[in-house]
């Protein structure tokens, strides 16, 4: 076993939305290019309901790779672990996701998926990134993203209480009762 440390990228696509753009984008040859000019040793993709896709595009994707580990999985019970072991988190901008990266204090990066019907997600992730949580990326630009969120400066989320977050989602979906 080697004792090189890692650097371990996680995406999280969902469970309940398919995310194939957000998958395509992080398997692409620029955003791969990006990430071992960073130094990052590993990336763990989450591909929800889309493994057919990951198993085309991680195939395709494997000359790009480099040093870069590339592992997949569906779904887990235990995202929170996945969460832990990296050291920067992608993930579309369920809310569920970005409180278990803001938890752990992880460097966050969300992109919301366009494709849904209302754009709770795009508010979440504009209202949290504009307080300093999170960066907001896009499919489009991923690997700027990534490079953007290497030298941001992340707010840390508090441990203990999450009233912050929980009044902002509240305001986003409209259940604001003051």
Do not use: W
Not at 118 to 136: F, P, R, S, T
């Amino acid at each position: 076993m080697s004792n090189t440390p890692t650097k371990t990228i996680l995406v999280t696509t969902g469970a309940t939305s398919p995310f194939p753009s957000l998958l395509s984008a992080s398997l692409s040859a620029t955003f791969l290019a990006t990430l071992q000019s960073l130094g990052y040793t590993a990336l763990r993709i989450q591909y929800g309901d889309c493994e057919k896709l990951f198993r085309t595009l991680s195939a395709a994707a494997l000359p790009s790779c480099g040093s870069i580990e590339l592992t997949g999985f569906g779904f887990t019970d235990d995202l929170r672990t996945e969460v832990t072991h990296a050291d920067l988190v992608i993930s579309h901008a369920g809310s569920g996701s970005i409180l278990d990266a803001l938890r752990y204090q992880k460097r966050l990066v969300v992109v919301a998926n366009g494709a849904l019907m209302d754009n709770h997600q795009k508010e979440l992730a504009e209202e949290l990134g504009g307080v300093g949580y999170l960066v907001e990326g896009f499919v489009e630009n991923l690997h700027e993203a990534v490079t953007k969120a290497e030298g941001f400066e992340f707010k840390h989320f508090p441990t203990s209480g999450s009233e912050k977050f929980c009044s902002i989602l509240d305001e986003e979906v409209g259940l604001n009762l003051d």
